[in-house]
């Protein structure tokens, strides 16, 4: 299942952003099975993982970013969120999100955070 990121923009430094993740062709029962992860790709850097949340909701994240972002998920919609809070320039990147084992990438959202 290809999973779509949204919900990317400019923010300045010390700023928050909620991203979003949608499986819009996922069953809703197959969906909640999934474990979802958060990956990020900044200029001239390999893709890393950021945050991710299991089918039974356990959760994990990046120490770069523990404190800061929050991973959550709501079945009933399909999707999974990634709340950003006290953001620096060096969370700019493209935001990916996946299923676990990595599938096929979807489409990206782009967050800039810069003053």
């Known amino acids: 299942v290809q999973l779509q990121a949204s919900g990317g923009g400019v923010v300045q430094p010390g700023g928050s952003l909620r991203l979003s993740c949608a499986a819009p062709?996922?069953?809703?029962?197959?969906?909640?099975?999934?474990?979802i992860d958060w990956y990020r790709q900044g200029p001239g850097n390999e893709r890393e993982l950021v945050a991710g949340?299991?089918?039974?909701?356990?959760?994990n994240y990046a120490e770069s970013v523990k404190g800061r972002f929050t991973i959550s998920r709501d079945n009933s919609r399909k999707k999974v969120f990634l709340q950003m809070n006290s953001l620096k320039p060096e969370d700019t990147a493209i935001y990916y999100c996946?299923?676990?084992?990595?599938?096929?990438w979807g489409q990206g959202t782009l967050v800039t955070v810069s003053s």
């Open positions: 949340i299991g089918s039974g909701g356990t959760t």
């Open positions: 062709r996922a069953i809703f029962s197959v969906f909640r099975g999934y474990d």
């Open positions: 996946n299923i676990r084992p990595v599938g096929d």
